[in-house]
Protein backbone atom coordinates (compact mmCIF):
# COMPACT_ATOMS: atom_id res chain seq x y z
CA UNK A 1 0.00 0.00 0.00
CA UNK A 2 1.33 3.55 -1.10
CA UNK A 3 1.85 5.88 1.64
CA UNK A 4 -0.93 8.99 1.15
CA UNK A 5 0.61 11.67 3.78
CA UNK A 6 2.91 14.22 2.83
CA UNK A 7 5.66 15.23 5.32
CA UNK A 8 7.10 19.17 5.57
CA UNK A 9 10.88 19.71 5.46
CA UNK A 10 11.87 22.43 7.53
CA UNK A 11 14.36 25.05 6.20
CA UNK A 12 14.66 23.54 2.90
CA UNK A 13 16.85 24.50 0.29
CA UNK A 14 15.65 23.99 -3.80
CA UNK A 15 18.81 23.52 -5.62
CA UNK A 16 17.86 24.59 -9.18
CA UNK A 17 20.21 23.68 -11.64
CA UNK A 18 20.12 -14.60 -13.07
CA UNK A 19 17.98 -16.27 -10.33
CA UNK A 20 17.48 -14.47 -7.12
CA UNK A 21 19.18 -16.46 -4.98
CA UNK A 22 22.55 -15.17 -6.74
CA UNK A 23 21.75 -12.15 -5.99
CA UNK A 24 23.99 -9.79 -3.64
CA UNK A 25 22.65 -8.61 -0.61
CA UNK A 26 23.69 -5.23 0.56
CA UNK A 27 24.13 -3.68 3.78
CA UNK A 28 22.42 -0.38 4.32
CA UNK A 29 26.21 1.36 3.90
CA UNK A 30 25.51 0.14 0.11
CA UNK A 31 23.16 3.13 0.08
CA UNK A 32 25.93 5.16 0.33
CA UNK A 33 26.24 8.95 -0.10
CA UNK A 34 27.95 8.05 -3.44
CA UNK A 35 28.78 10.51 -6.16
CA UNK A 36 25.87 10.13 -9.12
CA UNK A 37 28.20 11.07 -12.25
CA UNK A 38 26.48 7.50 -14.16
CA UNK A 39 23.02 8.15 -12.48
CA UNK A 40 20.36 9.39 -14.77
CA UNK A 41 18.17 8.84 -17.65
CA UNK A 42 21.05 7.47 -19.81
CA UNK A 43 22.43 4.89 -17.43
CA UNK A 44 19.32 4.10 -15.14
CA UNK A 45 17.59 0.88 -14.89
CA UNK A 46 14.86 1.79 -17.30
CA UNK A 47 17.24 3.02 -19.72
CA UNK A 48 18.83 0.02 -20.26
CA UNK A 49 15.90 -1.99 -20.68
CA UNK A 50 14.15 -2.45 -24.31
CA UNK A 51 11.06 -1.15 -25.40
CA UNK A 52 9.42 -4.50 -25.07
CA UNK A 53 10.86 -5.22 -21.23
CA UNK A 54 9.74 -1.73 -20.48
CA UNK A 55 5.98 -2.56 -21.25
CA UNK A 56 6.04 -5.26 -19.84
CA UNK A 57 7.51 -4.37 -16.36
CA UNK A 58 4.57 -1.25 -17.01
CA UNK A 59 2.29 -3.89 -17.17
CA UNK A 60 3.20 -5.53 -13.59
CA UNK A 61 3.28 -2.41 -11.91
CA UNK A 62 1.55 0.70 -11.67
CA UNK A 63 2.25 4.83 -11.56
CA UNK A 64 2.10 7.23 -8.86
CA UNK A 65 3.32 10.30 -8.70
CA UNK A 66 4.13 12.10 -5.55
CA UNK A 67 4.53 15.29 -4.56
CA UNK A 68 7.84 17.08 -3.50
CA UNK A 69 8.44 16.29 0.13
CA UNK A 70 6.26 12.64 0.41
CA UNK A 71 7.25 10.01 2.19
CA UNK A 72 7.11 7.20 -0.42
CA UNK A 73 8.30 4.85 2.54
CA UNK A 74 9.64 4.45 5.87
CA UNK A 75 12.41 2.40 7.49
CA UNK A 76 11.28 0.11 9.32
CA UNK A 77 8.26 -0.78 6.97
CA UNK A 78 7.80 -4.51 5.25
CA UNK A 79 9.48 -4.04 1.77
CA UNK A 80 6.80 -4.98 -0.39
CA UNK A 81 7.15 -3.08 -3.33
CA UNK A 82 10.33 -1.93 -5.55
CA UNK A 83 10.21 1.48 -6.87
CA UNK A 84 11.64 2.58 -10.60
CA UNK A 85 11.67 6.29 -10.49
CA UNK A 86 10.39 7.26 -14.00
CA UNK A 87 11.09 11.20 -13.24
CA UNK A 88 12.39 13.44 -10.49
CA UNK A 89 15.03 12.67 -7.64
CA UNK A 90 14.48 10.80 -4.17
CA UNK A 91 16.43 11.17 -0.96
CA UNK A 92 17.68 8.16 0.83
CA UNK A 93 17.68 8.81 4.37
CA UNK A 94 18.76 6.66 7.85
CA UNK A 95 19.04 7.27 11.12
CA UNK A 96 21.93 6.34 12.97
CA UNK A 97 21.96 4.24 16.56
CA UNK A 98 21.92 7.50 18.80
CA UNK A 99 18.57 8.99 16.92
CA UNK A 100 20.36 11.44 14.47
CA UNK A 101 18.78 11.28 10.80
CA UNK A 102 21.74 11.12 8.09
CA UNK A 103 21.32 11.73 4.35
CA UNK A 104 22.94 8.67 2.80
CA UNK A 105 22.35 8.99 -1.01
CA UNK A 106 20.05 10.66 -3.69
CA UNK A 107 18.32 8.21 -6.47
CA UNK A 108 17.24 9.75 -9.89
CA UNK A 109 15.29 8.98 -12.96
CA UNK A 110 15.73 5.48 -14.42
CA UNK A 111 17.10 4.24 -11.13
CA UNK A 112 15.37 1.82 -8.69
CA UNK A 113 14.76 1.95 -4.96
CA UNK A 114 13.77 -0.02 -2.33
CA UNK A 115 15.08 -3.79 -4.04
CA UNK A 116 17.78 -4.07 -1.46
CA UNK A 117 15.34 -4.18 1.64
CA UNK A 118 13.52 -6.82 -0.15
CA UNK A 119 16.83 -9.05 -0.80
CA UNK A 120 17.74 -9.13 2.51
CA UNK A 121 15.51 -8.26 5.55
CA UNK A 122 12.17 -7.82 4.52
CA UNK A 123 11.90 -4.41 5.79
CA UNK A 124 12.54 -0.91 4.78
CA UNK A 125 16.47 -0.22 5.74
CA UNK A 126 16.04 3.32 5.00
CA UNK A 127 13.11 5.95 4.16
CA UNK A 128 12.88 6.76 1.27
CA UNK A 129 11.61 10.63 0.23
CA UNK A 130 10.47 12.61 -2.97
CA UNK A 131 12.73 15.60 -4.05
CA UNK A 132 10.55 17.62 -6.05
CA UNK A 133 7.61 15.99 -8.06
CA UNK A 134 8.53 12.32 -8.34
CA UNK A 135 6.73 9.58 -10.88
CA UNK A 136 7.14 6.11 -10.28
CA UNK A 137 6.28 2.60 -11.80
CA UNK A 138 5.47 0.81 -8.13
CA UNK A 139 6.04 -3.36 -8.67
CA UNK A 140 5.69 -5.85 -5.85
CA UNK A 141 8.81 -6.86 -5.23
CA UNK A 142 8.41 -10.44 -5.48
CA UNK A 143 7.10 -9.31 -9.18
CA UNK A 144 9.99 -7.48 -9.76
CA UNK A 145 12.16 -10.63 -9.16
CA UNK A 146 10.26 -12.94 -10.80
CA UNK A 147 10.75 -10.22 -14.01
CA UNK A 148 14.21 -10.57 -13.52
CA UNK A 149 14.20 -13.87 -13.41
CA UNK A 150 12.23 -14.39 -16.61
CA UNK A 151 14.39 -11.52 -19.12
CA UNK A 152 18.13 -11.85 -18.76
CA UNK A 153 18.55 -8.82 -20.67
CA UNK A 154 16.54 -7.11 -18.05
CA UNK A 155 18.63 -9.19 -15.07
CA UNK A 156 21.51 -8.11 -17.02
CA UNK A 157 21.14 -4.64 -16.82
CA UNK A 158 19.96 -4.31 -13.40
CA UNK A 159 23.27 -6.10 -12.48
CA UNK A 160 24.99 -3.96 -14.18
CA UNK A 161 23.31 -1.08 -12.41
CA UNK A 162 24.39 -2.76 -9.29
CA UNK A 163 27.65 -2.48 -10.06
CA UNK A 164 28.06 0.65 -11.60
CA UNK A 165 26.96 1.54 -7.55
CA UNK A 166 29.20 -0.34 -6.59
CA UNK A 167 31.78 1.36 -8.59
CA UNK A 168 30.48 4.57 -7.32
CA UNK A 169 30.90 4.14 -3.94
CA UNK A 170 34.68 2.99 -3.78
CA UNK A 171 34.95 6.01 -5.99
CA UNK A 172 34.09 7.94 -3.34
CA UNK A 173 35.77 7.21 -0.92
CA UNK A 174 38.66 7.72 -3.02
CA UNK A 175 37.78 10.85 -3.97
CA UNK A 176 36.94 11.96 -0.45
CA UNK A 177 41.08 11.86 0.71
CA UNK A 178 42.01 13.96 -2.03
CA UNK A 179 39.74 16.77 -2.87
CA UNK A 180 37.79 19.40 -0.46
CA UNK A 181 34.10 19.49 0.74
CA UNK A 182 33.45 22.87 -1.35
CA UNK A 183 34.89 20.57 -4.50
CA UNK A 184 32.39 18.10 -3.62
CA UNK A 185 29.76 20.18 -3.30
CA UNK A 186 29.98 21.92 -6.70
CA UNK A 187 30.37 18.33 -8.22
CA UNK A 188 27.24 17.40 -6.71
CA UNK A 189 25.14 20.63 -7.88
CA UNK A 190 26.49 19.70 -11.44
CA UNK A 191 25.35 16.38 -11.19
CA UNK A 192 22.51 17.34 -10.04
CA UNK A 193 21.47 19.75 -13.03
CA UNK A 194 20.99 19.53 -16.68
CA UNK A 195 23.99 20.25 -18.59
CA UNK A 196 22.20 21.39 -21.61
CA UNK A 197 21.41 24.32 -19.91
CA UNK A 198 23.89 27.46 -20.02
CA UNK A 199 21.85 28.61 -16.69
CA UNK A 200 20.79 26.32 -14.67
CA UNK A 201 18.01 26.40 -12.29
CA UNK A 202 17.54 22.85 -10.32
CA UNK A 203 13.56 22.10 -8.69
CA UNK A 204 15.32 20.42 -6.05
CA UNK A 205 14.84 20.54 -2.16
CA UNK A 206 17.24 20.02 -0.14
CA UNK A 207 18.31 21.72 3.40
CA UNK A 208 22.44 22.82 3.67
CA UNK A 209 22.47 20.36 6.34
CA UNK A 210 21.31 17.35 3.68
CA UNK A 211 23.81 18.87 0.94
CA UNK A 212 26.84 18.56 3.91
CA UNK A 213 25.90 15.24 4.31
CA UNK A 214 25.56 14.56 0.74
CA UNK A 215 29.24 15.71 -0.16
CA UNK A 216 31.11 14.62 3.73
CA UNK A 217 31.39 18.16 4.26
CA UNK A 218 30.38 20.49 7.26
CA UNK A 219 27.39 22.65 7.32
CA UNK A 220 29.49 25.99 7.49
CA UNK A 221 31.41 24.46 4.57
CA UNK A 222 28.31 24.24 3.11
CA UNK A 223 27.29 27.95 3.61
CA UNK A 224 30.27 29.48 3.14
CA UNK A 225 30.82 27.45 -0.31
CA UNK A 226 27.45 28.99 -1.27
CA UNK A 227 28.16 32.37 -0.17
CA UNK A 228 31.68 32.98 -1.46
CA UNK A 229 29.98 31.92 -4.89
CA UNK A 230 26.94 33.67 -4.83
CA UNK A 231 29.50 36.65 -4.34
CA UNK A 232 31.02 36.10 -7.39
CA UNK A 233 28.30 35.38 -9.58
CA UNK A 234 28.49 31.80 -9.91
CA UNK A 235 24.93 31.01 -8.23
CA UNK A 236 21.95 32.91 -7.86
CA UNK A 237 19.63 32.25 -4.92
CA UNK A 238 16.72 32.86 -4.03
CA UNK A 239 14.14 32.47 -1.17
CA UNK A 240 13.39 28.55 -2.04
CA UNK A 241 16.11 28.11 -5.40
CA UNK A 242 19.55 28.37 -6.49
CA UNK A 243 20.51 28.78 -10.22
CA UNK A 244 24.00 28.75 -11.31
CA UNK A 245 24.73 31.07 -13.57
CA UNK A 246 28.13 30.34 -14.42
CA UNK A 247 28.35 26.52 -14.91
CA UNK A 248 32.11 26.64 -16.18
CA UNK A 249 33.26 28.04 -13.06
CA UNK A 250 31.63 25.83 -11.02
CA UNK A 251 33.04 23.21 -13.11
CA UNK A 252 36.75 24.36 -12.50
CA UNK A 253 35.73 24.13 -8.63
CA UNK A 254 34.51 20.89 -9.19
CA UNK A 255 38.02 19.83 -11.20
CA UNK A 256 35.92 18.75 -13.89
CA UNK A 257 37.24 19.41 -16.91
CA UNK A 258 35.50 21.46 -19.72
Request: with cysteine; hydrophobic share 40%; aromatic share 6%.
Amino acid sequence: MLPEGLSTVPGWLIVEAGPAPTRPAWPLSFYGDMNLNRTGPAQGFWALLTDDERATLTGLGRTAVYPPGTVMCVEGDPATHVFVLVKGWVKIVGVTSDGHELTLALRGRGDTVGEVAGETTGYRTATVQAVGTVRALVVPYETFSSFLDAHDGADHAYRRMVTRRWNDAESMLRTRTVTSGAQRLAGLLLQLADPRDSEIRMAMMLTQEELASLTGASRATVTRALSNWRQRGIIRTGQRDITITDPAALRKIAGQQP
